[in-house]
């Protein structure tokens, strides 16, 4: 009888030990890959909120005149009617 019980024994912890560790994804495969979708869910979220943050710029570029004027002025350094430039130069002696 006590033999009996201990073969029981072993075959219920080989069925659990299978059900855990056996077939083609194991739990530990399993923990891997849920840790490998959180890292990925995080970065989709950094990249919908670089995406967001573009969207914004690019409506401003689009619509907003205060945007535009000052993009003009320092990518192309355009001036205003009847403003002047002026640049200042070193003398070779103070560089």
Same mark, same amino acid.
């Given at each position: 009888?006590?033999? !009996?019980?201990?073969?029981?024994?072993?075959?219920v912890? @080989? !069925?659990?030990?299978?059900?855990?560790?056996?077939g083609?994804?194991?739990?530990?495969?399993?923990? $891997?890959?849920? $840790?490998?979708?959180? *890292?990925?869910? &995080? &970065? !989709?979220?950094a990249?919908?909120?670089e995406?967001? $943050?573009?969207?914004?710029?690019?409506?401003?570029?689009?619509?907003?005149?205060?945007?535009?004027?000052?993009? *003009?002025?320092?990518?192309? @350094?355009?001036?205003?009617?009847?403003?002047?430039?002026?640049?200042?130069?070193?003398?070779? $002696?103070?560089?």
């Amino acid at each position: 009888m006590n033999r !009996v019980r201990w073969i029981v024994l072993l075959v219920v912890l @080989g !069925v659990v030990f299978f059900a855990l560790q056996g077939g083609e994804y194991n739990t530990f495969h399993w923990l $891997s890959l849920r $840790s490998r979708e959180k *890292a990925e869910r &995080a &970065a !989709v979220e950094a990249l919908q909120h670089e995406v967001d $943050s573009l969207t914004r710029v690019k409506k401003a570029v689009e619509t907003d005149p205060v945007t535009q004027e000052r993009m *003009a002025r320092e990518l192309y @350094g355009m001036l205003r009617q009847g403003e002047w430039e002026f640049t200042l130069v070193r003398p070779e $002696s103070d560089r």
